[in-house]
């Protein structure tokens, strides 16, 4: 999902770094109205930059115009919940810029927004009702299946907005091949989640579970 420089203008570049800190300050004052009431919030979100850059730079490889990366994105929201997670990106993205691919940093913001924006809309439009403690409703293996097919559809469809606005011709079959090669991420990723929800869930009583997770808060099938 990274857009390689060169890519984007540098006016375009800037809309997207300012896009990008507004979604993080909203994140964060989301964060703070969960902090009043789990004061652990913010470590959740250590810990979501944290694994994100673990699975990040434990399998990319190019593909296309942009990179095929194993992102964890709903093995991370369904263990450790939404702001964590949306903030967790951007932080996990600035820290493996820093550490790993200083030239990152130049499309902090566009990378920023292509995982952060999928996932609002995934937790707006699906995911939030599975946190909901008056739903009956059981998370099943199929539903974080449309889950991770929705969030990575969301992630490429990014990528295709960056190469569409961008100042390099980009064909279009160059964007598919990239899109097409996130189908074995979704069909890996959701067995990857449901058997990480599946195994917290068997000790959601332990302490560290109960407080570091928002597992027992879901109701699995």
């Not at 857009?3 to 540098?10: F, T």
């Amino acid at each position: 999902m990274h857009i390689e420089p060169g890519y984007v203008s540098a006016a375009k570049v800037i809309a997207a770094n300012a896009g990008a800190v507004g979604v993080f300050v909203w994140g964060c004052k989301e964060q703070i109205s969960e902090f009043l009431k789990e004061p652990l919030t913010p470590l959740k979100t250590l810990l979501a930059a944290g694994f994100f850059s673990i699975f990040m730079q434990s399998f990319h490889m190019s593909v296309g115009p942009s990179e095929l990366h194993f992102i964890g994105a709903m093995a991370m929201y369904l263990t450790l919940g939404f702001t964590p997670v949306l903030l967790g990106f951007a932080v996990g993205l600035l820290f493996q810029a820093l550490a790993f691919d200083p030239q990152d940093m130049y499309h902090l913001g566009v990378n920023s927004l292509s995982l952060m924006l999928p996932l609002i809309s995934v937790h707006y439009l699906g995911g939030k009702q599975l946190f909901d403690k008056d739903l009956t409703k059981r998370l099943s293996f199929a539903q974080i299946l449309k889950l991770d097919a929705m969030y990575y559809a969301g992630v490429t469809g990014m990528v295709g907005f960056w190469l569409m606005i961008g100042e390099v011709a980009t064909p279009f079959t160059a964007w598919a091949q990239f899109a097409l090669s996130y189908l074995a991420i979704v069909v890996f990723e959701p067995v990857v989640t449901f058997l990480a929800v599946k195994g917290l869930k068997a000790i959601e009583d332990n302490a560290v579970v109960r407080n570091l997770t928002v597992v027992p808060q879901l109701k699995m099938a």
